[in-house]
T-cell receptor
């Protein structure tokens, strides 16, 4: 079966750094996506990785290791507005997205 | 219209009733998707359409039907609603064709309660 695992909830302090991990087992791999979803809102795209390594975009970075079936999203200089759920999704061999349940990130002052 | 719109925003429905959730995009994206999101579960794909005139079944298609008469609209119909269809429904679109990858853009969602 296909499976995406990520922690249910994490807590971090404003100004700090947090790493959200995602492990996956899917039938085929055509890239991994990270989305942000604020409570009561739609998911919005953050990053896409298809090759191994780190992709940096401002305060957010995403890392991929295809051999390990592993990715992480790194958020630096945390702000209160970063309180949200972070969704990991893998595009399988049929080019369909398989979604993790999301990690709820709580930022404390 | 800018992006993707969904209607209604929320709805309370009696079990057994028929309901159509509407989705319209103005980005001329060829691919469109319907997901449901339930607490503690990831987004689950109900139906998708790679291009106007074609549709396909996702992970949880039972009890739902879709049509794609044109590029912009992708309605989702519940023929006879049941309480287990209580969920938040998201429509999404992407500028992708079979064999390519691109991000999906999501509508604001429809919160549906079936009693």
């Amino acid at each position: 079966g296909q499976n995406i695992d990520q922690p249910t909830e994490m807590t971090a302090t404003e100004g700090a750094i947090v790493q959200i991990n995602c492990t996956y087992q899917t039938s085929g791999f055509n890239g991994l996506f990270w989305y942000q979803q604020h409570a009561g809102e739609a998911p919005t795209f953050l990053s896409y990785n298809v090759l191994d390594g780190l992709e940096e975009k401002g305060r957010f970075s995403s890392f991929l290791s295809r051999s390990k079936g592993y990715s992480y999203l790194l958020l630096k200089e945390l702000q209160m507005k970063d309180s949200a759920s972070y969704l990991c999704a893998v595009m399988d061999s049929n080019y369909q997205l398989i979604w993790g349940a999301g990690t709820k990130l709580i930022i404390k002052p | 219209i800018a992006g993707i719109t969904q209607a209604p925003t929320s709805q309370i429905l009696a079990a057994g009733r028929r309901m159509t959730l509407r989705c319209t995009q103005d980005m001329r994206h060829n691919a469109m998707y319907w997901y449901r999101q339930d607490l503690g579960l990831g987004l689950r794909l109900i139906h998708y359409s790679n291009t106007a005139g074609t549709t396909g079944k996702g992970e949880v298609p039972d009890g739902y039907s879709v049509s794609r008469a044109n590029t912009d609209d992708f309605p989702l119909t519940l023929a006879s609603a049941v309480p287990s269809q209580t969920s938040v429904y998201f429509c999404a679109s992407s500028d992708s064709t079979s064999g390519s990858t691109s991000e999906q853009f999501f509508g604001p969602g429809t919160r549906l309660t079936v009693l």
